[in-house]
């Protein structure tokens, strides 16, 4: 059964920095694409980011140069170091796994299938 468990949520203020972590259980983590989504209030679910199993990545413009996924396969671990952060930013996080041995990196919701139960993220004006 895969568990995914995020961590690293909470308030700051705009211009802050938070570091997200996604500890994996369950599957082969070192050959399985990873993603973090977000749902803002009142919105729908969007990408964010992604690291497939061979790192490579993908981002959301409205993300791209302020946020940095990472993974370590030894801590079956992904991370999301949001740098600059916005109001916009306030959402609930969630990490994802997607497919295994991919040669290219989904970046929708169709592309992932075990979700963890996510993390809240503030960022105040």
């Known amino acids: 059964q895969v568990q995914l468990v995020e961590s690293g949520g909470g308030m700051v203020q705009a211009g802050g920095s938070l570091r997200l972590s996604c500890a994996a259980s369950?599957?082969?983590?070192?050959?399985?694409?990873m993603g973090w989504f977000r749902r803002p209030p009142g919105k729908e679910r969007e990408f964010v980011a992604g690291i497939s199993w061979s790192k490579n990545t993908a981002y959301a413009s409205s993300v791209k140069g302020r946020f940095t996924i990472s993974r370590d396969n030894a801590e079956k671990t992904v991370y999301l170091q949001m740098n600059s952060l916005k109001p916009d930013d306030t959402a609930v996080y969630y990490c994802?796994?997607?497919?295994?041995?991919?040669?290219?990196?989904?970046?929708?919701?169709?592309?992932?299938?075990?979700w963890g139960q996510g993390t809240q993220v503030t960022v105040s004006s």
């Open positions: 369950g599957r082969t983590f070192s050959v399985t694409d």
């Open positions: 994802a796994t997607g497919r295994q041995f991919t040669t290219v990196l989904a970046t929708r919701e169709t592309g992932y299938d075990y």
